[in-house]
């Protein structure tokens, strides 16, 4: 089993950056897609972006594209998401997530850190 620790969330003004990180735990990290997906109020849990196992390729929501950007530490087990001119849109918790299969779909992922609420004020 995969063992996610978000953190990094907090309160950051339109425009800013701010950077979570994932950290994991288990034997196998290297051998999974890592994601990041988040849930505002009142809205479904949506994808935003992910990376594959070796961090040679990465996924971005048309949403986010050009903002964020993910990136992967297989030696610390960490992987990280890198927010940039951000939106009051953007406001939402946000999930770290682990597949062993599969880059898009909420179901392709079999473990799920807690979450790291981020919100971005006007």
């Known amino acids: 089993q995969v063992q996610l620790l978000e953190s990094g969330g907090g309160l950051v003004q339109a425009g800013g950056s701010l950077r979570l990180s994932c950290a994991a735990s288990?034997?196998?990290?290297?051998?999974?897609?890592m994601g990041w997906f988040r849930q505002a109020p009142g809205k479904e849990r949506e994808f935003v972006a992910a990376i594959s196992q070796g961090g040679a390729t990465t996924y971005y929501a048309a949403s986010v594209k050009g903002r964020f950007t993910i990136s992967r530490d297989n030696a610390k087990s960490t992987v990280d998401l890198l927010m940039n001119s951000l939106r009051p849109e953007d406001t939402a918790v946000y999930y770290c997530a682990a597949s062993g299969l599969g880059y898009y779909k909420e179901t392709s992922y079999a473990y799920w850190g807690q979450g790291t609420q981020v919100t971005v004020s006007s």
């Open positions: 288990g034997r196998t990290f290297s051998a999974y897609v």
